[in-house]
């Protein structure tokens, strides 16, 4: 009697378990190890200037509580918060940014604004 269930094809091995590659040559090694230095300087520059960045944007809110809290306006805008997101979310499109990122780091940020917001204004009263 003959068994008439198919046979799959064998799974390959996973990566892990197949042959090794070839191990590169120093030159190749030095060549790796110089393009991960050149791009994690790159990347390190980038950090400085968002950072420095942020100690703008948060200069200029800590302004804008001030102002709020001289005249006893709302540390928080909830309409001008749901523009700055859809307005960040359409700036992360069109960079090729993840908008959902963007969101989330903005709603990060205006957290962090309003907490400041509160603080100021509890020492205007």
Do not use: W, Y
Request: negative net charge; glycine residues 2%.
């Amino acid at each position: 009697m003959s068994d008439s269930t198919p046979t799959s094809a064998p799974t390959p091995a996973p990566a892990s378990a197949q042959a090794p590659a070839p191990a590169s040559s120093p030159a190749a090694d030095e060549a790796v190890r110089a393009e991960l230095t050149r791009l994690r300087d790159s990347i390190d520059n980038i950090d400085a200037a968002v950072v420095h960045m942020l100690a703008e944007r948060f200069k200029c809110t800590q302004q804008v509580g001030v102002l709020k809290a001289e005249h006893q306006l709302p540390p928080a805008d909830p309409a001008r918060e749901a523009r700055q997101i859809t307005r960040l979310r359409q700036l992360a499109e069109n960079a090729k940014l993840d908008p959902a990122f963007a969101e989330k780091l903005l709603n990060f940020i205006i957290a962090e604004v309003i907490r400041h917001h509160e603080t100021i204004a509890d020492g205007t009263r």
